[in-house]
């Protein structure tokens, strides 16, 4: 029997260079297969603001349990594929009086999670990258919280009550319920992301990535697909490969449609909002004020970065939310329409008179929590795109991929950690992993990935928060490195 290095090598092509086609990309490389990458951006990993890692979908009340578990666990192995893409900063969960929910409620959820990060702890102490399970989280009471406020934060934030001193010496603790939850939940970096994507596929011959390059046509044949794509310069090309993964994102019902492979799905625009908050001098954890999604009072959710950058979302419609911006698929196409208002921000970018009043909406909606915070300004671009959900359910965060016939799989990750798991099932189901080298380890399996110190990484994703025009704070390690 042939080795496998004397065999003809399986080639998969990858439509969509996001964060699930990108890593499905690499993972398959990394195995040693033959890999086609296609994007029709210039560039990889450039799509939906990431802000948080989403271990345990603490954001996330109305998801159920089970996908809080599943969340955990994809988010664990993702991190342990890309070391470098974190920020290690806790996060506060707090309940205005605003909100209809109590505090108390989200605290059987953080029990259970906490159990289960140490139970995966145990199994492979490599699990361990968000902390320590011990001090997963801790609950806050008004008093604990004024009393921290008396408190001068440390140069280098340890425990979560040096991290917890900004929040309590600067939010209108009046305005709240309690207890506050505090999470050792991370923030997570889509430049470092796209970073360490790119050096290492770099590093993967066996691996061609076409950039500005679009799908026109696809034709299954007897062995596989040939693929028609046009380049930048307006070159055809056809390309064969005995496998076809579509990973187009909010876009993947274009290539379901043209693969005649129907499919229900949603497809939802968001955005979030880069600002400067000139006079902080300290370190924040990422802080979540829960409020019904859609209302003028829907969530606020306030994300640190370097050099007093912070990230903002709202979830009401004039911030993160746009009206008509979830839309579903219907019997003529897998492809769901937005409208062509959104589109065209897709497409185009954004107006400047809309990106300020966008930007300073999602600062007020801030400061009812922070007072001090009406003094921020904006600070670029905002961060947005579209976020695609398989089926009808809009709260679905947990899914990875799906099959249809031998040799076509969609990658329908909602959320960015599911990437890597989506790859494994679809690389056990085509048989393409190695049994004679590989074991299923994330560090055995991916050793060029392994090979990337983290000041490669910084340094390529400031080349990219540059390129891309957005502050390279974005780019920066906030917390410990």
């Given at each position: 029997?042939?080795?496998?290095?004397?065999?003809?090598?399986?080639?998969?092509?990858?439509?969509?260079?996001?964060?699930?086609?990108?890593t499905?990309?690499?993972?398959f490389?990394?195995?040693?297969n033959?890999?086609?990458?296609?994007?029709?951006?210039?560039?990889?990993?450039?799509?939906?603001?990431?802000?948080?890692?989403?271990?345990?979908?603490?954001?996330?009340?109305?998801?159920?349990?089970?996908?809080?578990?599943?969340?955990?666990?994809?988010?664990?192995?993702?991190?342990?594929?890309y070391?470098f893409?974190l920020n290690k900063?806790p996060?506060?969960?707090?309940?205005?009086?605003?909100?209809?929910?109590?505090?108390?409620?989200?605290?059987?959820?953080?029990?259970?999670?906490?159990?289960?990060?140490?139970?995966?702890v145990?199994?492979?102490?490599?699990?361990?990258?968000?902390?320590?399970?011990?001090?997963?989280?801790?609950?806050?009471?008004?008093e604990?919280?004024?009393?921290?406020?008396?408190?001068?934060?440390?140069?280098?934030?340890?425990?979560?009550?040096?991290?917890v001193?900004?929040?309590?010496?600067?939010?209108?603790?009046?305005?709240?319920?309690?207890?506050?939850?505090?999470?050792?939940?991370?923030?997570?970096s889509v430049?470092?992301?796209?970073?360490?994507?790119?050096?290492?596929?770099?590093?993967?011959?066996?691996?061609?990535?076409?950039t500005?390059?679009?799908?026109?046509?696809?034709?299954?044949?007897?062995?596989?697909?040939?693929?028609?794509?046009?380049?930048?310069?307006?070159?055809?090309?056809?390309?064969?490969?005995?496998?076809?993964?579509?990973?187009?994102?909010?876009?993947?019902?274009?290539?379901?449609?043209l693969?005649?492979?129907?499919?229900?799905?949603?497809?939802?625009?968001?955005?979030?909002?880069?600002?400067?908050?000139?006079?902080?001098q300290?370190?924040?954890?990422?802080?979540?004020?829960?409020?019904?999604?859609?209302?003028?009072?829907?969530?606020?959710?306030?994300?640190?970065?370097?050099g007093?950058?912070?990230?903002?979302?709202?979830?009401?419609?004039?911030?993160?939310?746009?009206?008509?911006?979830?839309?579903?698929?219907?019997?003529?196409?897998?492809?769901?329409?937005?409208?062509?208002?959104?589109?065209?921000?897709?497409?185009s970018?954004?107006?400047p008179?809309?990106?300020?009043?966008?930007?300073?909406?999602?600062?007020?909606?801030?400061?009812?929590?922070?007072?001090?915070?009406?003094?921020?300004?904006?600070?670029?671009?905002?961060?947005?795109g579209?976020?695609?959900?398989?089926?009808?359910?809009?709260?679905l965060?947990?899914?990875d991929?799906?099959?249809?016939?031998?040799?076509?799989?969609?990658l329908?990750?909602?959320?960015?950690?599911?990437?890597?798991?989506?790859?494994?099932?679809?690389?056990?189901?085509?048989?393409?992993?190695n049994?004679?080298?590989?074991?299923?380890?994330?560090?055995?399996?991916?050793?060029?990935?392994m090979?990337?110190?983290?000041?490669?990484?910084?340094?390529?994703?400031?080349?990219?928060?540059?390129?891309?025009?957005?502050?390279?704070e974005?780019?920066?390690?906030?917390g410990?490195?």
């Amino acid at each position: 029997m042939l080795s496998r290095e004397k065999q003809k090598q399986p080639v998969i092509a990858v439509v969509g260079g996001g964060v699930a086609g990108a890593t499905a990309a690499l993972h398959f490389a990394e195995l040693g297969n033959e890999v086609l990458l296609i994007e029709k951006g210039d560039g990889l990993v450039s799509g939906p603001p990431i802000c948080h890692l989403h271990a345990g979908g603490n954001l996330y009340r109305e998801i159920d349990l089970q996908q809080c578990l599943e969340l955990l666990e994809q988010s664990i192995n993702t991190v342990r594929l890309y070391p470098f893409t974190l920020n290690k900063r806790p996060t506060v969960i707090a309940t205005p009086h605003s909100d209809g929910g109590e505090p108390l409620d989200i605290v059987p959820r953080l029990e259970t999670i906490k159990k289960a990060y140490q139970c995966l702890v145990d199994q492979d102490p490599r699990n361990r990258v968000i902390g320590d399970p011990e001090t997963y989280y801790k609950l806050y009471s008004y008093e604990e919280l004024v009393a921290l406020s008396h408190s001068e934060q440390p140069s280098n934030p340890a425990g979560l009550d040096d991290w917890v001193i900004p929040f309590a010496q600067n939010v209108d603790l009046e305005t709240l319920k309690y207890p506050v939850a505090v999470v050792q939940e991370y923030g997570w970096s889509v430049f470092r992301l796209a970073a360490s994507v790119s050096l290492a596929l770099e590093h993967l011959p066996n691996c061609k990535v076409r950039t500005s390059t679009t799908l026109g046509k696809v034709e299954e044949t007897e062995s596989g697909w040939k693929l028609f794509t046009t380049d930048r310069n307006g070159e055809n090309e056809i390309e064969h490969a005995d496998y076809l993964v579509n990973a187009c994102g909010f876009e993947t019902g274009t290539v379901d449609d043209l693969a005649q492979r129907p499919r229900k799905r949603l497809v939802e625009f968001k955005a979030a909002y880069v600002t400067q908050w000139e006079s902080c001098q300290q370190q924040w954890p990422e802080v979540i004020f829960h409020g019904p999604r859609g209302t003028p009072t829907g969530m606020a959710q306030l994300t640190p970065y370097a050099g007093n950058i912070f990230q903002l979302h709202g979830m009401t419609e004039d911030i993160t939310l746009f009206k008509d911006g979830l839309v579903a698929s219907n019997n003529e196409t897998s492809q769901p329409q937005l409208p062509l208002r959104l589109k065209d921000k897709i497409q185009s970018g954004w107006q400047p008179q809309t990106m300020e009043f966008r930007s300073q909406k999602a600062i007020d909606h801030v400061s009812q929590f922070i007072p001090p915070y009406k003094n921020a300004v904006r600070c670029g671009k905002p961060l947005f795109g579209a976020q695609q959900i398989p089926g009808d359910d809009e709260t679905l965060r947990a899914a990875d991929v799906s099959f249809e016939g031998d040799r076509y799989a969609r990658l329908e990750i909602v959320k960015g950690s599911s990437a890597l798991p989506a790859a494994y099932k679809i690389s056990e189901r085509w048989k393409l992993i190695n049994r004679e080298t590989s074991i299923g380890e994330i560090e055995q399996d991916h050793p060029i990935s392994m090979s990337l110190s983290h000041e490669q990484v910084e340094q390529k994703a400031i080349e990219l928060a540059k390129q891309r025009q957005y502050p390279i704070e974005l780019a920066m390690t906030v917390g410990e490195a």
